[in-house]
């Protein structure tokens, strides 16, 4: 019976190694347009202009220019999101007008989503002071 013991030792060692490797995993570049991408940006830009902003206009995304993902307890998503300023107040209705404003910059977030959880949160919200 002994003989068997070294493959076990074997399979329960790289079991732990796999493990290891994928929790916490390092992030992974993910496409930019994929539908959590886009959501999770989504998501961000409304909670920074909720919670963040503190001016008196809210601010639209323009573009997602890079994304990656990692494994934590759920996924999180570091995003880098360009963003433009608008002449639109906080809880006026978005039209058109919202996006004359020139000013754009661009801003890192991180989302953490635990899908079973039904959670998604704004972790962190870098956005440089100055429009440019
Ligand atoms: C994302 O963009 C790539 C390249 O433009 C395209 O091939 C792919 O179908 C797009 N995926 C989605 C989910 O839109
Ligand atoms: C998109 O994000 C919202 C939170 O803004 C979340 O409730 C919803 O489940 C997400 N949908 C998908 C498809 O990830
Ligand atoms: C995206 O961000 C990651 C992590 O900061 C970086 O390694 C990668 O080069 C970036 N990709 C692009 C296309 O900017």
């Known amino acids: 019976m ?9 399979l329960l060692l790289s079991g732990l190694l796999s493990v290891y490797c994928q929790n916490p995993g390092s992030p992974q570049p993910v496409p930019v347009n ?19 902003n503190k001016d008196d206009y809210i601010v639209l995304q323009m ?3 890079n994304a990656t993902q990692q494994v934590v307890s759920g996924l999180m998503y570091y995003l880098e999101v360009a963003i433009q300023c608008t002449y639109c107040k906080k809880r006026e ?27 998604i949160e704004l972790v962190k919200a870098d956005c440089p002071s100055d429009w440019s």
């Open 2 to 10: 002994a003989y068997i013991w070294p493959k076990v030792g074997l």
């Open 34 to 52: 994929g539908t959590d991408v886009v959501n999770a940006s989504e998501f961000a830009v409304q909670e920074f202009n909720d919670k963040y």
């Open 63 to 65: 573009e997602i220019l």
């Open 93 to 119: 209705p978005i039209n058109s007008a919202c996006t004359s404003c020139n000013g754009q910059k661009v801003c890192h977030f991180q989302v953490w989503e635990q899908a079973w959880l039904d959670s």
